[in-house]
Structures are given as structure tokens and as C-alpha cells.
């Protein structure tokens, strides 16, 4: 079923490749260049998501993080460490710590 999703969902595909970018920078490897935290579009498109998936399968926003995660994680065979790296900064979208970037990237758009 999550394969499905991901392929008919553009936003889901794109939220998912934000995740992998950013877990295969932290470590030199497959070529990431991403940095050290999601960009202002990608933390808005991550949180905005999970917020309708979680909604939509009357969950939490944790838990449909960690299927964004897992489900980022299956698709580009991430080794422990970017697991661990993806796993951390999704959570902390989460967790409100990039509301502030959401906001100023909200704000942008709406000029």
C-alpha cells in the first residue's frame, strides 16, 4: 500500500526524496550535498503532509513520521546512520523545531 501511495502521490515523492537528500548528506556518501537541516520548503512540505496523512489515518504525527521515515528508508536502502540522521530531523519537525522556518517560508508565499 505504501508503494502505491508514493507513486500516485507527487507531494509524497517529493517529501520523501527531502528525507533521503538530507540522511545521505551527513556522511559524505551517495553524492548528498543537502546540510545540515531540511530547507524551508522541504520542512513545510514534510510537516503539511504528515499533518494530512496523520489526519487521514487518524494517527499521530509521530507515527506517520516514522512511516515517512521508514518508507524513505525502504525506497533508498539507508545504512544505520542515515536512519538515524533522517529519523532525528523528521522528529524534530515534529517536535515544532522548524515551525519558525515554516512560518517565514508561509510568509513568502503569500506576498
Known amino acids: ?10 507531494g509524497l515523492q517529493f517529501c520523501i526524496k527531502a528525507i533521503q537528500d538530507f540522511a545521505y548528506s551527513g556522511f559524505g556518501g551517495r ?5 545540515d537541516i531540511f530547507w524551508d ?7 503539511q503532509y504528515l499533518k494530512m496523512f496523520a489526519e487521514l489515518a487518524s494517527a499521530t504525527l ?3 513520521a516514522d512511516w515517512f521515515v521508514w518508507l524513505a528508508s ?14 532525528h530531523e523528521v522528529h524534530d519537525i515534529v ?17
Request: charged share 30%; no cysteine; net charge positive.
Open 1 to 10: 500500500m505504501s508503494a502505491y501511495i508514493y507513486r500516485i502521490d507527487e
Open 31 to 35: 553524492g548528498g550535498k543537502h546540510g
Open 41 to 47: 520548503n522541504e520542512s513545510y512540505a514534510i510537516k
Open 62 to 64: 509521530k507515527q506517520v
Open 74 to 87: 525502504t525506497l533508498g536502502k539507508f545504512n544505520a546512520n542515515e536512519l538515524r540522521r533522517a529519523d
Open 95 to 111: 517536535d515544532g523545531r522548524y515551525d519558525g522556518r515554516i512560518q517565514k517560508y508561509q510568509q513568502g508565499m503569500s506576498r
